[in-house]
């Protein structure tokens, strides 16, 4: 199938990757030729650490299936699906919803990349509307599995199951919500975690260094192949509601203790910014975030190996 990636940036290419991966032939298109060739050369780095860990068998036929549009129109005709991946902003979004819809074949999906703008307020006054959804990764997506299918509520059964379709055939993996929410799952999960976080660096119980560590050491492990149900369903002899029993009167007290929702001023982002900066300079961010993809790139490697625990303890052990 013909894919076009629509916004070549930080996730767009993540995305070129992840679908030419899967076979499919890419067609880039940014408003920014610069970007897109910027992105052609980011992913000429990536391709071949891909092979380094095993991930991918060649680069060359993969490249070979990406290629770069001078024109929104013929990157998108004859796509069978379109990604969206321009900036976070409802305007720019809507603009490019309706050109979408004006150009790609009436069977296409029309997927957005947003973060948390839900479809309805990109895609209402469309003709097409019941083609367009989010589809919202983590970056990057050829790294991170992890795809919210989110619809309007007009939103067709067809385009949903379409975009599972594909998205699954490439490896993704799907999570579709059922109903629209300010920032969908994964970002809400990230975002209470945020807040926490914030909370104890600015009541000056730790330092950011500190918060990162307990994460980096701690929680992050586990959750790096189960979630946090799984997590307090082992962390207790009787599983889950033992564990309830146990603790969640203590949890229950943190959230209150919490009330409500405090900001995150400039005294204190400046805080957590100078302690950032003590560990990593801004000049080496994107060589970390370099670092980051192939310390992903390994834990994937390891995650492909084949499962050491015995086939019947998960109902479906591909979970
Ligand atoms: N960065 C992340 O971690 C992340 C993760 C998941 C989802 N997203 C979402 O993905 C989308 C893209 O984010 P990003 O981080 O790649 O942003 P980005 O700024 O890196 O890339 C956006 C690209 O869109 C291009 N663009 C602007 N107007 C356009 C138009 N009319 N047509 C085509 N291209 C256009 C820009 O030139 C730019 O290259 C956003 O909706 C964002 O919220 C981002």
């Known amino acids: 199938m013909k894919i076009a990636v629509v916004g070549t940036g930080l996730v767009g290419h993540g995305w070129a990757i992840a679908f030419a991966r899967a076979g499919h032939e890419v067609a880039l298109f940014d408003t920014k030729p610069s970007q897109t060739e910027a992105t052609l050369r980011r992913i000429d780095t990536i391709l071949p650490e891909l092979v380094s860990f095993g991930l991918i068998e060649s680069d060359g036929d993969l490249r070979a299936r990406i290629t770069a549009y001078a024109s929104l129109k013929t990157a998108v005709e004859g796509s069978g699906y379109v990604q969206e991946s321009g900036p976070e902003c409802v305007s720019a979004k809507r603009e490019i919803f309706a ?7 009436p069977k296409a999906v029309l997927a957005t990349s947003s973060s948390g703008i839900p479809i309805s307020a990109i895609a209402e006054p469309l003709g097409g509307r019941a083609r367009c959804l989010v589809a919202h990764p983590a970056n ?13 509520p007009w939103t067709s059964e067809k385009a949903i199951a379409t975009a599972d379709a594909v998205l699954s055939g490439a490896g993704q993996v799907t999570v579709q919500l059922k109903k629209e929410i300010d920032g969908f799952v994964l970002n809400r999960l990230q975002g209470a975690l945020l807040h926490e976080a914030f909370r104890l660096v600015e009541d000056g119980i730790a330092t950011a260094e500190d918060v990162d560590r307990t994460v980096r050491h701690g929680l992050g492990l586990r959750w790096s192949f189960m979630g946090p149900f799984e997590t307090i369903d082992l962390n207790a ?22 009330g409500a929702a405090r900001p995150w001023g400039p005294k204190l982002v ?9 560990s990593l300079p801004a000049s080496a961010l994107s060589e970390r975030a370099a670092w980051r993809d192939r310390q992903l790139m ?11 625990a015995p086939a019947n303890i998960l109902k479906d052990p591909k979970k």
């Open 237 to 258: 002899p009787g599983g889950l509601s033992d564990y309830v029993d146990r603790l969640g009167s203590m949890y229950l007290r943190f959230a209150q203790q919490r």
């Open 270 to 278: 400046a805080k957590v910014e100078a302690d950032r900066r003590a």
């Open 298 to 308: 390994a834990l994937m490697a390891q995650k492909r190996m084949p499962d050491t």
């Open 99 to 105: 050109a979408l819809d004006q150009i790609a074949a």
């Open 140 to 152: 990057p997506p050829y790294l991170l599995p992890i795809v919210e299918i989110v619809p309007a």
